[in-house]
């Protein structure tokens, strides 16, 4: 999928175009339950065991919602956590370790 073509408000598309950049385009996936979201994007890891959920509000920050797969539950994710009014260096803390990216492959 081409993430800069995704349907989204400019700061959705400018979050997961630098994590594209930074971390590349094969280190996790879009998974968009959000579709007529503008303002949320959601994004998995390879194996869909990780998801999280990115919403802009506001002129600089975040809010982001954690959630892992819970193979013994009709619902397919269980909430992992929650976090409100997180600046960009820290939503990508937060990406990293919660989708488990390997920043070897960090530019």
Not at 82 to 100: A, P, S
Request: negative net charge; hydrophobic residues 35%; without cysteine.
């Amino acid at each position: 999928m081409n993430y800069k073509d995704i349907n989204k408000d400019e700061r959705i598309k400018l979050i997961v175009n630098h994590l594209v950049d930074k971390f590349g385009e094969t280190s996790f996936k879009l998974k968009d339950h959000w579709d007529q979201d503008l303002n949320a994007i959601g994004l998995a890891d390879n194996e869909d065991r990780y998801l999280i959920y990115i919403s802009s509000y506001g002129e600089n920050n975040f809010y982001v919602s954690l959630e892992k797969r819970n193979e013994e539950s009709e619902v397919p994710y269980e909430p992992a956590g929650d976090f409100d009014n997180v600046d960009l260096e820290e939503l990508e803390k937060i990406f990293v370790k919660h989708l488990r990216i390997k920043t070897t492959h960090a530019q």
